[in-house]
């Protein structure tokens, strides 16, 4: 620290650029390079020479309920990242699921915070053991997407520490992560990047968190305010409201030196876990960044499979009879699979495997499987197959992709492998299409009489035209978020009538004007177009002449999302009706749900079997094959209550009033409010079925009263009463005599053979009995008789029994 001067200080805790952090090769600092995200290492940029693993999304790692396979999945991940040459993952996401409608929900571990808390910390602990800093995020109270730039959430200070800061906590206290994330979010009238008492006080001082404190993307926007609160690093740069602006409110008097000195300690401290830091005077360690992906797909297969949650399944509808012989695979999501959600968690995936692909490598030729889409789930359109498409100078299949600077000079030309750009695929260096304009263009041929739709997806002025004429032209409404631009973009497109093998020369082009991010997705989209009666005629005829449908529903492609929230919880399009009906002549009919976040099931009790599979990553197909057949058990477990109906979803559409998101159900949030409302869901916080069936046959409690302030350890034994060997997530809840609050205390999983019994030893943690006092602003250790409910989900409980405390 004595070497460098204040300028030098301070021109460290500004990032480089929008995702690396500032190099000073004479102390030995190399600069940081990161990347998003939750469910992948994309690296600085999406490159088609650099491709990812796409990992089951968080929500699905939540729902294994299982921290060691968490620890195990997310050691690939951070593998993945150091061979990528990445420092610091920005990732976990540990807001909680406060309402089913949350955008962002895929990317959380679930509504309780104690499950949360637990499969956070052991992410952090699988990314970190290989060299790379997690970043956890978003501190605090970054729960919804709507208005998240700005939303004040009002929060009392008990639902603050006993709900929302119990994961950040957690990867702070149990497992020293490197990094937090302050949101874009007020917390109770002070910016999460301003707010000293959340930042200084209790993140740094009392939790003794010895890291970094980076800004959300653009989201720190004061000089003083900022940097006395207790934020170190500000993202991205190399503008922002330090630098220089820093320097002078250091001299003035306004920020103690200490205080830089401290920002300072904090990054070494992170580069030297990450490698980056040498001796002074030392070559500058070296980046070893090697193209991607690097993850054992096996792990990510088996965390898949073991997240896949069986929420029904009557007359034994799974596992597939060994001597099936003819299989339907039905639904647009069967077609059209969704393997991650949208924002920033996204990453260019290596390989991905359908669901179909999945099933035919593991059923084998001799069963007949016939795919039917059913209904499409989108109006949408999206990139074609480039079977489809030709370049239109050079041929190969691919776009041409031409950019003009805003005096119209062609600057860039080449070919795309899709007929799309985003704002992080890799350009050449000067080459930034911002004010410009983009050119799409490609030889289409259609692949079967019919109609086509085609259709150009951005910001500013669109232009489509198919075969030279104007097809369609519109200027696109500013996005309410950029990443509202990014996945789900403005579209002006037409339709065309076309014959099998016809080729058609599609040309879009899109400005941005002064839409200020510039491009964040360009498209030139293709589909053709299929009757509502001509899809469900079809997969009514292979529902009919199967032995079992497996009927593949979801949501589209982008309808999850940072950015933005959800506005129902329906299946979209017609998926409801074709369930329905595939159910009436197919009486095995397995339901898969491919969502990050829960559905509406009104069709529920009239089908076989329900499997929601989540935002399963690159290895879908493969996972729900092992399920299916019942090579694997699916043994997930609901991280999210499932709602009956939306007038019965306890809390709502996150709908800020003049600025302020109230958190009114305090600490009722998830399966704590339907008890307190009385609301039925669907399927309660926790449920999940096996292949086999479990007796809870004795809790033991100690005896006496327990000492307050002490962890507490039960006995619990479980039976295994079916025919074949199985898992059994066993779930302790607690009710205090305070206020009668029950929530999760403790889980673990029991492993056993047919007729074996098996004994748990289960930790409660000594702040499950506590309660925080507003008061005194500390955690109380009430004394009284607490209730220890054990069963298999928040609602199933079969064991009781009463403990005393004090």
Same mark, same amino acid.
């Given at each position: 620290?004595?070497?460098?001067?204040?300028?030098?200080?301070?021109?460290?805790?500004?990032?480089?650029?929008?995702?690396?952090?500032?190099?000073?090769?004479?102390?030995?600092?190399?600069?940081?390079?990161?990347?998003?995200?939750?469910?992948?290492?994309?690296?600085?940029?999406?490159?088609?020479?650099?491709?990812?693993?796409?990992?089951?999304?968080?929500?699905?790692? $939540?729902?294994?309920?299982?921290?060691?396979?968490?620890?195990? &999945?997310?050691?690939?991940?951070?593998?993945? $990242?150091?061979?990528?040459?990445?420092?610091?993952?920005?990732?976990?996401?540990?807001?909680?699921?406060?309402?089913?409608?949350?955008?962002?929900?895929?990317?959380?571990?679930?509504?309780?915070?104690?499950?949360?808390? *637990?499969?956070?910390?052991?992410?952090?602990?699988?990314?970190?053991?290989?060299?790379?800093?997690?970043?956890?995020?978003?501190?605090?109270?970054?729960?919804?997407?709507?208005?998240?730039?700005?939303?004040?959430?009002?929060?009392?200070?008990? #639902?603050? *520490?006993?709900?929302?800061?119990?994961?950040?906590?957690? +990867?702070?206290?149990?497992?020293?992560?490197?990094?937090?994330?302050?949101?874009?979010?007020?917390?109770?009238?002070?910016?999460?990047?301003?707010?000293?008492?959340?930042?200084?006080?209790?993140?740094?001082?009392?939790?003794?968190?010895?890291?970094?404190?980076?800004?959300?993307?653009?989201?720190?926007?004061?000089?003083?305010?900022?940097?006395?609160?207790?934020?170190?690093?500000?993202?991205?740069?190399?503008?922002?409201?330090?630098?220089?602006?820093?320097?002078?409110?250091?001299?003035?008097?306004?920020?103690?030196?200490?205080?830089?000195?401290?920002?300072?300690?904090?990054?070494? *401290?992170?580069?030297?876990? +990450?490698?980056?830091?040498?001796?002074?005077?030392?070559?500058?360690?070296?980046?070893?960044?090697?193209?991607?992906?690097?993850?054992?797909?096996?792990?990510?297969?088996?965390?898949?499979?073991?997240?896949?949650?069986?929420?029904?399944?009557?007359?034994?509808?799974?596992?597939?009879?060994?001597?099936?012989?003819?299989?339907?695979?039905?639904?647009?999501?069967?077609?059209?699979?969704?393997?991650?959600?949208?924002?920033?968690?996204?990453?260019?995936?290596?390989?991905?495997?359908?669901?179909?692909?999945?099933?035919?490598?593991?059923?084998?030729?001799?069963?007949?499987?016939?795919?039917?889409?059913?209904?499409?789930?989108?109006?949408?359109?999206?990139?074609?197959?480039? @079977?489809?498409?030709?370049?239109?100078?050079?041929?190969?299949?691919?776009?041409?992709?031409?950019?003009?600077?805003?005096?119209?000079?062609?600057?860039?030309?080449?070919?795309?492998?899709?007929?799309?750009?985003?704002?992080?695929?890799?350009?050449? !260096?000067?080459?930034?299409?911002?004010?410009?304009?983009?050119?799409?263009?490609?030889?289409?041929?259609?692949?079967?009489?019919?109609?086509?739709?085609?259709?150009?997806?951005?910001?500013?002025?669109?232009?489509?035209?198919?075969?030279?004429?104007?097809?369609?032209?519109?200027?696109?409404?500013?996005?309410?978020?950029?990443?509202?631009?990014?996945?789900?973009?403005?579209?002006?497109?037409?339709?065309?009538?076309?014959?099998?093998?016809?080729?058609?020369?599609?040309?879009?082009?899109?400005?941005?004007?002064?839409? @200020?991010?510039?491009?964040?997705?360009?498209?030139? $989209?293709?589909?053709?177009?299929?009757?509502?009666?001509?899809?469900?005629?079809?997969?009514?005829?292979?529902?009919?002449?199967?032995?079992?449908?497996?009927?593949?529903?979801?949501?589209?492609?982008?309808?999850?999302?940072?950015?933005?929230?959800?506005?129902?919880?329906?299946?979209?399009?017609?998926?409801?009706?074709?369930?329905?009906?595939?159910?009436?002549?197919?009486? *095995?009919?397995?339901?898969?749900?491919?969502?990050?976040?829960?559905?509406?099931?009104?069709?529920?009790?009239?089908?076989?079997?329900?499997?929601?599979?989540?935002?399963?990553?690159?290895?879908?197909?493969?996972?729900?094959?092992?399920?299916?057949?019942?090579?694997?058990?699916?043994?997930?477990?609901?991280?999210?209550?499932?709602?009956?109906?939306?007038?019965?979803?306890?809390?709502?559409?996150?709908?800020?009033?003049?600025?302020?998101?109230?958190?009114?159900?305090?600490?009722?949030?998830?399966?704590?409010?339907?008890?307190? #409302?009385?609301?039925?869901?669907?399927?309660?916080?926790?449920?999940?079925?096996?292949?086999?069936?479990?007796?809870? !046959?004795?809790?033991?409690?100690?005896?006496?009263?327990?000492?307050?302030?002490?962890?507490?350890?039960?006995?619990?034994?479980?039976?295994?009463?079916?025919?074949?060997?199985?898992?059994?997530?066993?779930?302790?809840?607690?009710?205090?005599?305070?206020?009668?609050?029950?929530?999760?205390?403790?889980?673990?999983?029991?492993?056993? @053979?047919?007729?074996?019994?098996?004994?748990?030893?289960?930790?409660?943690?000594?702040?499950?009995?506590?309660?925080?006092?507003?008061?005194?602003?500390?955690?109380?250790?009430?004394?009284?008789?607490?209730?220890?409910?054990?069963?298999?989900?928040?609602?199933?409980?079969?064991?009781?029994?009463?403990?005393? &405390?004090?």
């Amino acid at each position: 620290m004595e070497e460098l001067s204040l300028t030098e200080k301070i021109g460290l805790l500004t990032g480089a650029d929008a995702f690396t952090l500032p190099a000073l090769p004479r102390i030995g600092l190399r600069g940081l390079r990161t990347s998003d995200g939750p469910a992948g290492v994309r690296g600085t940029n999406m490159d088609p020479d650099d491709r990812s693993t796409s990992f089951p999304a968080p929500i699905a790692l $939540a729902a294994t309920w299982d921290p060691a396979l968490v620890d195990e &999945v997310t050691r690939q991940l951070g593998h993945e $990242a150091k061979a990528k040459g990445i420092d610091v993952l920005l990732a976990p996401t540990v807001n909680l699921a406060r309402t089913p409608y949350g955008g962002r929900g895929f990317e959380c571990f679930g509504e309780d915070p104690v499950l949360a808390a *637990r499969i956070a910390a052991a992410y952090v602990r699988g990314v970190q053991s290989q060299g790379v800093a997690a970043t956890v995020k978003h501190y605090v109270g970054n729960d919804s997407e709507v208005e998240r730039w700005t939303v004040d959430v009002r929060a009392d200070e008990t #639902t603050l *520490r006993e709900v929302y800061l119990v994961p950040f906590e957690a +990867c702070v206290a149990e497992a020293e992560c490197a990094a937090v994330m302050a949101g874009y979010n007020s917390v109770n009238g002070i910016s999460m990047t301003e707010h000293e008492e959340l930042l200084n006080r209790v993140l740094k001082q009392e939790w003794g968190f010895q890291g970094v404190v980076f800004s959300d993307w653009s989201a720190a926007r004061s000089t003083v305010q900022t940097a006395l609160a207790g934020l170190d690093l500000v993202m991205p740069g190399p503008d922002g409201p330090w630098g220089q602006a820093l320097v002078e409110a250091v001299k003035a008097g306004r920020v103690p030196e200490s205080l830089i000195d401290d920002k300072v300690a904090r990054l070494l *401290r992170m580069a030297e876990l +990450c490698g980056a830091l040498g001796a002074p005077g030392d070559p500058v360690p070296a980046v070893e960044a090697h193209p991607g992906p690097h993850a054992r797909r096996d792990v990510v297969r088996l965390t898949a499979a073991r997240s896949f949650t069986l929420l029904r399944n009557v007359s034994t509808a799974l596992p597939l009879p060994a001597g099936i012989g003819q299989l339907a695979l039905i639904g647009p999501n069967a077609v059209h699979p969704v393997y991650q959600g949208g924002g920033s968690a996204e990453v260019g995936p290596a390989v991905t495997v359908t669901p179909y692909e999945g099933l035919r490598h593991a059923l084998g030729p001799e069963v007949g499987i016939t795919v039917a889409e059913g209904c499409a789930h989108s109006y949408r359109t999206s990139s074609p197959e480039p @079977e489809y498409t030709e370049d239109p100078q050079d041929g190969g299949p691919g776009a041409r992709l031409e950019i003009f600077d805003e005096d119209g000079a062609l600057i860039y030309s080449g070919v795309r492998p899709d007929s799309e750009l985003t704002f992080w695929d890799p350009l050449p !260096e000067g080459v930034a299409p911002r004010a410009g304009k983009l050119v799409l263009s490609t030889l289409y041929t259609a692949e079967a009489d019919g109609e086509y739709r085609f259709a150009v997806a951005g910001v500013g002025e669109l232009r489509l035209e198919v075969d030279g004429a104007l097809a369609s032209e519109a200027i696109a409404p500013p996005p309410s978020d950029v990443m509202e631009a990014f996945s789900q973009p403005f579209e002006s497109g037409c339709e065309r009538e076309l014959r099998a093998g016809q080729r058609v020369l599609l040309t879009a082009s899109g400005q941005p004007g002064d839409y @200020e991010p510039g491009f964040v997705r360009f498209r030139l $989209a293709a589909n053709r177009i299929r009757t509502a009666p001509e899809l469900l005629g079809e997969a009514l005829a292979a529902a009919g002449q199967a032995d079992a449908a497996v009927v593949v529903v979801g949501v589209a492609q982008g309808e999850e999302s940072e950015g933005y929230d959800r506005s129902t919880l329906a299946l979209p399009g017609r998926q409801d009706a074709l369930i329905e009906e595939v159910a009436a002549v197919c009486p *095995r009919t397995i339901v898969v749900v491919n969502s990050g976040m829960p559905v509406l099931m009104p069709w529920a009790e009239r089908v076989g079997a329900i499997l929601q599979v989540w935002f399963p990553g690159q290895e879908f197909g493969h996972a729900l094959a092992d399920v299916l057949t019942g090579l694997q058990e699916p043994t997930g477990r609901l991280p999210v209550s499932m709602p009956r109906s939306e007038p019965l979803v306890p809390v709502g559409i996150a709908k800020p009033q003049d600025g302020a998101l109230r958190y009114e159900e305090g600490l009722n949030v998830g399966y704590r409010a339907y008890a307190r #409302t009385g609301f039925e869901p669907r399927y309660p916080f926790g449920h999940g079925l096996g292949y086999t069936e479990w007796e809870y !046959e004795d809790l033991q409690l100690p005896l006496g009263p327990v000492h307050p302030g002490a962890d507490v350890e039960i006995g619990v034994a479980v039976r295994n009463v079916g025919e074949r060997a199985g898992t059994e997530t066993v779930q302790v809840y607690l009710t205090r005599p305070v206020d009668g609050v029950s929530a999760l205390a403790a889980f673990g999983r029991a492993v056993a @053979e047919p007729g074996e019994r098996v004994r748990l030893r289960l930790t409660l943690p000594a702040r499950t009995f506590a309660h925080w006092d507003p008061r005194s602003h500390e955690w109380a250790q009430p004394a009284g008789a607490f209730v220890v409910k054990v069963g298999s989900s928040s609602r199933e409980l079969p064991l009781r029994g009463e403990l005393p &405390v004090g």
